[in-house]
């Protein structure tokens, strides 16, 4: 890659506020210049043959393939603790003691289109409590699991205000990070000539068969990271 790829990656890194993604975003900035600066050291060696090269290149990134490993399962675990910190958000709890408030909740569910598709494309228009007769039982209204799932998104930002922007925010930072570690593992690939990444995982998983050390330091991190 050239220096103008790294100055952006810097910039995108520089832009992110979680101290804790950015240092994982700049660990990786440095890991895939070492992967480059390795290409042009392995590839410049015209003492060894391409078998050879290959070799060298292989035994070089069994150094490091703890690096990449500890990369791609920070964004895989980050991704995963955003989307248990939606799942984690409450919405008002329906009385179920509330006789007046169920046969409201039951006009409510009558007076809603049959059609799953209709109820879709009426749910931006709709009150909490609409909203929340949906998801109190979906399966009375017709209501599929996406339509559910668009509910609750819309309830939720009725309740919450702002929430789920700041998790699409981090969601964001997670996602600026997880493209580099791919761009990063495809030049890794490259560099000792392997077909694609499924065969890149099973290098790296051989290289390093016992991983619970990075597992034990992603978990930690990734912590730190969901909790700022």
Do not use: C
Request: hydrophobic content about 40%; glycine content about 2%.
């Amino acid at each position: 890659m050239n220096d103008r790829y790294y100055s952006l990656l810097k910039e995108q890194a520089a832009g992110i506020p979680n101290a804790t993604v950015r240092t994982t975003f700049d660990r990786l900035i440095e890991l895939h210049r070492e992967i480059d600066s390795m290409t042009a050291k392995v590839r410049g060696d015209t003492d060894l043959s391409a078998q050879g090269r290959t070799k060298k290149a292989r035994d070089e990134v069994k150094k490091n393939a703890w690096k990449m490993i500890r990369a791609k399962a920070f964004a895989s675990r980050l991704n995963e603790r955003i989307d248990e910190k939606r799942a984690k958000i409450e919405l008002p709890p329906i009385d179920k003691t509330d006789a007046a408030g169920a046969v409201l909740r039951s006009q409510v569910r009558d007076r809603l289109p049959k059609s799953p598709k209709e109820i879709k494309a009426l749910l931006p228009t709709m009150s909490l409590l609409y909203l929340q007769t949906i998801l109190e039982a979906p399966e009375l209204v017709g209501a599929d699991r996406e339509t559910a799932e668009a509910a609750r998104t819309l309830a939720i930002n009725i309740v919450h205000p702002g929430k789920l922007d700041e998790l699409e925010r981090e969601r964001a930072a997670v996602q600026l990070l997880t493209n580099a570690t791919a761009a990063a593992a495809d030049a890794m690939r490259d560099l000792i000539e392997l077909p694609n990444a499924h065969a890149l995982t099973d290098f790296l998983n051989q290289a390093v068969p016992d991983q619970r050390h990075i597992e034990a330091d992603v978990e930690r991190e990734t912590e730190l990271a969901a909790a700022a």
